[in-house]
């Protein structure tokens, strides 16, 4: 069975600051790969996903993550935060076998500081 | 285009009830999912639908059921309820059964068992 694990917990920023959020999963297939954000108050919603292709996807809100095949990983990044970026961060991954299962990792408390 | 919608929001019942919650799909989506989201345990998988057959199943007791209509609606029931039934119950849509789509999440249902 697949898991995945994201590392940090809760992470506090200011404004302006890069945000880097990782994800390692293992699996031994070929994977989907998903992060979705949760902001207070409100539903999981699609930051971004990789199927197949260019490895460095890019998502909503100026988000962005990496696929690195050989480690395992699907790091988020953003340049720069806002203060409306606070959430909770989960990345997911499900067998490319097209069902619909997602594997979450534990999820990553993001408390931007103004 | 209406987003997953879920009912009741918010539930309470207590040990030993049984509870239905109820999942309309975005238009046109097929597959549905459900999952808990609890402090303690994150976000698991419970079940997925695809043309009213259930395809894929979490690791969760026999209790936790489920089922689609034909016009993909969903409905999962929890039988003989449990304190640590407490958690928010996401569903998600799907477009197709196969090949590259996204889940799309509802706001959840709030279950609380006292």
């Known amino acids: 069975a697949q898991s995945v694990s994201q590392h940090n917990h809760h992470v506090i920023l200011s404004e302006a600051a890069s945000l880097e959020l990782g994800c390692n999963y293992s699996y031994g297939g070929t994977v989907n790969l998903f992060w979705y954000v949760q902001y207070p108050g409100q539903h999981l919603q699609l930051l971004l996903k990789?199927?197949?292709?260019?490895?460095l996807v890019k998502g909503i809100k100026g988000f962005e993550a990496e696929f690195i095949k050989s480690k395992f990983s699907f790091n988020l990044r953003k340049p720069s935060v806002q203060w409306s970026d606070t959430a909770e961060y989960f990345c997911?991954?499900?067998?490319?076998?097209?069902?619909?299962?997602?594997?979450f990792g534990s999820g990553t408390r993001l408390q931007v500081q103004p | 285009k209406a987003g997953v919608t879920q009912t009741p929001r918010y539930l309470i019942k207590t040990r030993g009830q049984q509870v239905t919650l109820s999942c309309s799909p975005i238009?046109?989506?097929?597959?549905v999912s459900w999952y808990q989201q609890t402090p303690g345990q994150g976000l698991q998988f419970l079940f997925e639908?695809?043309?009213?057959?259930?395809?894929n199943k979490g690791n969760f007791p026999g209790r936790f059921s489920g089922r689609q209509f034909s016009n993909s609606r969903s409905e999962m029931n929890v039988s003989t309820l449990e304190l640590g039934d407490s958690a928010l119950y996401l569903c998600a849509s799907s477009l197709a059964g196969t090949g590259d789509h996204e889940q799309y999440f509802g706001p959840g249902t709030r279950l609380t068992v006292t």
């Open positions: 997911a991954v499900t067998p490319y076998t097209g069902r619909r299962a997602l594997t």
């Open positions: 990789y199927f197949s292709g260019d490895p």
């Open positions: 238009s046109g989506h097929r597959s």
């Open positions: 639908y695809f043309s009213e057959t259930q395809r």
